[in-house]
């Protein structure tokens, strides 16, 4: 086990996500993990290195606990998107989990 804190969040290229990122990353007390579409990446210093699925499920692993900040959002107002919403904003998360 580590001492550091997990983070991870979600919807890293957006503007809540990319502003989280910002404020965390010169922290040494966290490890930072984040997704952006179905894309993982792992923050050493300040930059994210993409790493696989199986990787970002293995460092997880270390950690007792984990912050998730859910940022991955998807919107749209046409009906035939509703599956696309229901994914990105509902199933995605709780894959995370």
Known sequence: MT???????????GFIG???IDQKINDPNYLILGTSSSSYFKFNGNKPHQIK??????????Y??????????FFSLESKDD????DANYHYGIKLL
């Open 53 to 62: 699925f199986e990787e970002f499920i293995e460092i997880t692993r270390d």
């Open 83 to 86: 599956k696309k919403i229901l």
């Open 18 to 20: 990319s502003s989280v």
């Open 64 to 73: 007792k606990e984990a912050s998730l900040i859910h940022l991955a959002t």
């Open 3 to 13: 001492s550091k804190k997990l983070l991870i969040i979600t919807g890293i290229t």
